[in-house]
């Protein structure tokens, strides 16, 4: 194994105090080992994992943290053909950090999965089972995803995103058109790849949604109006037809992407990070691409490291979408 594929954590991570925690632990080949996606009648609500032996066993291996780690709770969790998601609630301050918690059950999971992958007859000897053991490969991999959970709606929207994971895979496999990455899409002479219906590149007229600063700090000294005349106005642009393009950075600018996102408007999407192969769009989004209501556009190739958005990124995808709203058409 080499140095990069080790155990990292991120430095100065120690997430030892009380939170909730979303992980995400995947299997390195991605191949079906813990279970089969089941979709009756083709109908993506009704899909679910049949649960292979080793994903019985690594279930169950995750509900008995508890019993370990009595601070903790396990709030949610959906077993995947090649993945698991599990959020924890540590109720208590812990001597050790979620990181070893997390670590512990990685090795837990190491342990049944090479022990089911042992083939032991009578004609092997104790050397070989052994051989075989040291030589078989851990469940997931060593750089499992651990995201704490800190703002103000985030478990509900995580819980529904692991519960659902079922129904989107299923979503996806059953409606490839919209979630296939598309490459060499030029706009204002930059190429971008996107998800998500590309004919919303041939509408009438679109608009930028860009909360600027300076109407957040007259908000927060008491003088609102601007803000709410032009969050407002967004709004009132979709319902005149209008396609707003945006990255939907700031609480303010996902208010309004939350109320398009509800009212069904055509958005375009400016990612911070390019599609891995995995790739699917966050809960509400995900739903919205599926109807053909949404185009997610990034100029970025996919970056498995990256976790947040910088302001020098965040400055430039604003100026994208003023790019986009300018080449295609202004309202």
Same mark, same amino acid.
């Given at each position: ?6 155990? !990292? /954590?991120?430095?100065?991570?120690? /997430? ?49 943290? !508890? ?24 109720? !208590? ?239």
């Amino acid at each position: 194994m080499s140095e990069h594929d080790k155990w !990292h /954590w991120q430095e100065g991570r120690i /997430w030892r105090g009380v939170g909730i925690y979303h992980v995400t632990m995947v299997v390195p080949s991605r191949r079906s080992l813990l279970g089969d996606l089941v979709i009756p009648n083709n109908d993506s609500e009704q899909a679910y994992v049949a649960r292979k032996e080793l994903g019985y066993r690594l279930v169950d291996e995750l509900v008995h943290i !508890h019993a370990y780690y009595p601070e903790i709770l396990i709030l949610q969790y959906c077993l995947m053909p090649d993945h698991l998601h599990a959020i924890i609630y540590v109720r !208590h301050a812990m001597k050790k950090s979620i990181n070893e918690v997390v670590r512990g059950f990685w090795q837990g999971a190491k342990k049944i999965a090479r022990m089911s992958s042992l083939s032991v007859t009578s004609e092997l000897n104790s050397d070989q089972i052994n051989e075989d053991y040291i030589k078989a490969d851990p469940i997931f991999t060593e750089k499992p995803f651990i995201r704490p959970l800190s703002h103000k709606g985030q478990l509900q929207t995580m819980i529904r995103y692991v519960q659902m994971n079922p129904q989107r895979l299923a979503t996806k496999l059953l409606m490839p058109g919209f979630f296939r990455v598309q490459e060499g899409i030029e706009i204002a002479g930059r190429m971008y790849r996107g998800i998500g219906n590309a004919e919303l590149l041939q509408a009438s007229q679109y608009a930028p949604v860009h909360v600027r600063r300076t109407m957040v700090e007259e908000a927060e000294h008491g003088d609102n109006k601007r803000l709410c005349d032009y969050m407002n106005g967004c709004v009132i642009d979709a319902r005149n037809g209008i396609v707003m393009v945006s990255p939907f950075i700031s609480q303010r600018e996902k208010a309004v992407l939350d109320v398009l996102i509800k009212e069904k408007h055509p958005i375009i999407y400016i990612a911070d990070n390019g599609f891995g192969d995995y790739y699917k769009p966050g809960d509400g989004l995900f739903d919205a691409v599926a109807e053909g209501r949404v185009l997610i556009l990034s100029p970025w190739e996919y970056d498995a490291q990256k976790r947040h958005v910088t302001r020098v990124e965040c400055v430039a995808m604003n100026q994208m979408a003023e790019e986009i709203c300018s080449a295609l058409g202004f309202c």
